[in-house]
């Protein structure tokens, strides 16, 4: 088995775009902080019941999908992902469905079983999908913090401001850089807790990803991402609708 194609696909909505009760200054939960870090979805504040979020292409194209259910302990019972991806020019569609039982969250990923086990605080610990095993860790403050895998050499590294937001995700194999991400903020503030500049470096090309997105008492309702890629100065769009329900 090809270890690094393996931990790739392991980790496909990481690369590309969170204990249960503790509340960070802007009312996002840590667990849906993690979530919305593992699962690709934009972090809600308040006490959520339900998100679903759907991401189109400027043509209309459904891009990205995500339906997520967390308890009244804040806790993830169940999650859909489907998303499709363009990489090196082949399309590339990924579906993901998982429920919670008990100490872990099970079900199918590409139509593979796939099982992540949970700590006594919700937290994923590891992923596993067929003979290979993700392991993600915590700092202290209950965000996560690294992926690795005895598996292979890839790893993320992943940093956050003092509101708990992700600012840097660093993507390994062994000595070799994969790519670098720094995100800046436009506002601290909570009514704007999204708005900001993304960069991606790779060894070859930048990324950048602007995201402005409208809010209903601080909630956000719709995203837009403007998307430009070096070389070659590439501009596409990408706009967001964003459902939530709260307990």
Same mark, same amino acid.
């Given at each position: 088995?090809?270890?690094?194609? =393996?931990?790739?696909?392991?980790?496909?909505?990481?690369?590309?775009?969170?204990?249960?009760?503790?509340?960070?200054?802007?009312?996002?939960?840590?667990?849906?902080?993690?979530?919305?870090?593992?699962?690709?979805?934009?972090?809600?504040?308040?006490?959520?019941?339900?998100?679903?979020?759907?991401?189109?292409?400027?043509?209309?194209?459904?891009?990205?999908?995500? =339906?997520?259910?967390?308890?009244?302990?804040?806790?993830?019972?169940?999650?859909?992902?489907?998303?499709?991806?363009?990489?090196?020019?082949?399309?590339?569609?990924?579906?993901?469905?998982?429920?919670?039982?008990?100490?872990?969250?099970?079900?199918?990923?590409?139509?593979?079983?796939?099982?992540?086990?949970?700590?006594?605080?919700?937290?994923?610990?590891?992923?596993?999908?067929?003979?290979?095993?993700?392991?993600?860790?915590?700092?202290?403050?209950?965000?996560?913090?690294?992926?690795?895998?005895?598996?292979?050499?890839?790893?993320?590294?992943?940093?956050?401001?003092?509101?708990?937001?992700?600012?840097?995700?660093?993507?390994?194999?062994?000595?070799?850089?994969?790519?670098?991400?720094?995100?800046?903020?436009?506002?601290?503030?909570?009514?704007?807790?999204?708005?900001?500049?993304?960069?991606?470096?790779?060894?070859?090309?930048?990324?950048?990803?602007?995201?402005?997105?409208?809010?209903?008492?601080?909630?956000?309702?719709s995203c837009r991402y403007t998307i430009k890629t070096t070389p070659g100065d590439t501009v596409t769009e990408r706009?967001?609708?964003?459902?939530?329900?709260?307990?």
């Open positions: 088995m090809n270890t690094m194609k =393996t931990t790739l696909a392991l980790l496909l909505p990481v690369l590309l775009l969170t204990g249960c009760k503790n509340e960070e200054p802007q009312g996002v939960s840590t667990t849906v902080r993690n979530m919305s870090t593992l699962f690709r979805f934009e972090p809600i504040p308040g006490k959520l019941k339900s998100t679903h979020q759907t991401v189109f292409d400027a043509s209309g194209e459904k891009q990205n999908e995500v =339906t997520a259910r967390v308890d009244q302990q804040g806790c993830l019972t169940d999650v859909v992902v489907t998303s499709l991806y363009l990489i090196n020019n082949r399309e590339i569609r990924s579906n993901t469905s998982l429920r919670r039982d008990k100490d872990t969250l099970v079900g199918e990923e590409n139509g593979k079983p796939v099982l992540m086990k949970l700590d006594d605080k919700c937290n994923v610990v590891s992923k596993t999908l067929g003979d290979f095993t993700l392991n993600i860790s915590y700092n202290d403050r209950g965000l996560i913090s690294a992926f690795s895998s005895n598996q292979s050499h890839l790893r993320i590294d992943l940093t956050y401001d003092e509101q708990g937001r992700m600012v840097r995700r660093n993507i390994m194999e062994g000595a070799r850089l994969i790519s670098d991400d720094r995100q800046t903020f436009a506002k601290a503030e909570a009514d704007k807790l999204l708005d900001g500049v993304l960069i991606t470096t790779y060894p070859a090309s930048t990324r950048e990803i602007a995201t402005r997105c409208e809010y209903q008492l601080g909630v956000p309702v706009q967001a609708k964003l459902v939530s329900e709260f307990y």
